[in-house]
């Protein structure tokens, strides 16, 4: 009888842990990002008031307005979508990000905007830590401090 060489069963060993690291780092990804990123646009809507538009297509979320009266900002229209994380805190328009967990998307992004504090987390809205229900096509003017 012939015994089969270790290498033989060192590389099906090998092939095996490959196939599942695979599959498992498929699986995992896949859940990871299904739900995909936060779309947020800052603006100004048409009376000059800067505005954050956000949207989240797979929670149902789409064309929640909130808005900051009384508050002078330089005019944009940038688009930010929140899928690749980066170290806090960061410039956006009017203002900055001060925490992003997007481990699992879309996860939680916290903003401070002139002055206030902005949560979008995918069970509620919050806005000075005080919680709005996620309401399509809503529109929120945040009260001076």
């Not at 896949?30 to 797979?58: C, E, H, M, S, Y």
């Not at 481990?103 to 709005?132: A, C, M, N, S, W």
Request: proline residues 10%.
């Amino acid at each position: 009888m012939k015994s089969s060489g270790p290498l033989k069963h060192f590389v099906f060993a090998f092939i095996i842990a490959l196939v599942l690291y695979v599959v498992a780092y498929s699986f995992i990804e896949n859940r990871r990002t299904r739900k995909g990123p936060w779309q947020v646009t800052f603006t100004k809507v048409a009376d000059g008031l800067p505005t954050l538009v956000i949207n989240q297509p797979a929670l149902g979320i789409s064309n929640v307005l909130i808005t900051f009266p009384a508050v002078n900002a330089t005019p944009t229209n940038e688009t930010m979508v929140f899928s690749v994380p980066r170290p806090v805190p960061f410039e956006v328009p009017f203002g900055s990000c001060i925490f992003e967990d997007t481990t699992f998307q879309p996860g939680t992004i916290v903003f401070k905007l002139f002055g206030h504090e902005v949560q979008l987390i995918p069970r509620v809205l919050t806005v000075d830590r005080k919680e709005y229900p996620w309401k399509p096509g809503s529109t929120l003017v945040v009260k001076e401090n």
